[in-house]
């Protein structure tokens, strides 16, 4: 599999069964916000998964194996960056579970059936457009900032794709909790579940996880938080130890 490599590509092991990830730094590579969030979200047996801004596919291929579910589909707007997801899923003997799809965020419910997905996840862009942007048609500003999509997109899209009581999992920012919220309760998925991510105990959160249920009635519970770091700078969170922050 090495030899099909592109420049500037290699292959990242997950410590997950085996499992192995072609990832370019000079484009993309995952943070532990994909693991966070992998963990984060619940996959049923059986299940089918939409994955919106997939990338280079790594959520799908989590969730592939962490869990049961049935199919997951990964949609990503860079036709690079989703070849070399495809790539990466037939490495791993995925193509029966994972699919990886060209498309655009804001024409997703167009692409696919309505009310089509048990779970939707995302790791969406962090920052607004204009929040210290420098190069729009770079991929890796592409992934920050809400160059090619908006929080609204991902919500109005998720809301005609997920099947009633449907769950969305997604990481942000804390900053921007409250926009989250607001605009999860406006596009029918009520905020459910929440849980920040702190770099040390004594610091504030620097990710939050977010889960919501199409057509749920409104009741939020907060979960203990996780806590990156000792005092001493040991990593309490294993898996992702060889991914890359880019964000």
């Known amino acids: 599999m090495t030899n099909n490599l592109r420049p500037d590509e290699r292959l990242d092991d997950l410590q997950l ?3 192995e990830l ?8 995952f943070g532990v916000d994909a693991v966070f969030l992998s963990d984060f979200a619940k996959v049923k047996p059986g299940e089918t998964v939409l994955d919106m801004g997939t990338g280079n596919g790594i959520i799908p291929v989590l969730l592939a194996g962490k ?4 199919h997951f589909t990964g949609l990503e707007i860079q036709a690079e960056t989703a070849e070399m997801a495809r790539r990466s899923v037939a490495h791993n003997h995925l193509e029966d579970r994972i699919s990886i799809v060209t498309g655009d965020i804001k024409e997703a419910a167009e692409r696919f059936k309505p ?3 048990d779970v939707i996840t995302t790791n969406p862009p962090y920052m607004l457009a204009d929040h210290g942007l420098r190069n729009p048609d770079d991929s890796k500003a592409i992934a920050r900032h809400e160059v090619l999509c908006t ?7 998720s809301m005609r794709l997920l099947q009633d009581k449907g769950r969305f999992y997604m990481i942000h ?13 406006e ?3 009520e905020p459910k579940r929440i849980q920040f991510i702190h ?6 959160p620097t990710m939050v996880l977010v889960e919501g249920i199409r057509g749920a009635k409104p009741r939020v519970t907060i979960e203990p938080p996780i806590i990156m770091y000792t005092k001493d700078g040991t990593l309490l969170q294993k898996n992702g130890n060889n991914s890359e922050k880019q964000r």
């Open 22 to 29: 072609i990832q370019n730094p000079s484009k993309f590579c």
């Open 151 to 157: 929080l609204d997109d991902i919500l109005r899209e």
């Open 67 to 70: 869990t049961k579910g049935k």
């Open 187 to 189: 596009y029918k998925i």
């Open 199 to 204: 770099p040390y105990i004594d610091k504030e």
């Open 17 to 19: 069964g085996g499992l």
């Open 115 to 117: 009310a089509f997905f």
């Open 173 to 185: 920012r804390p900053f921007r909790l409250t926009e989250i919220l607001t605009k999860m309760h």
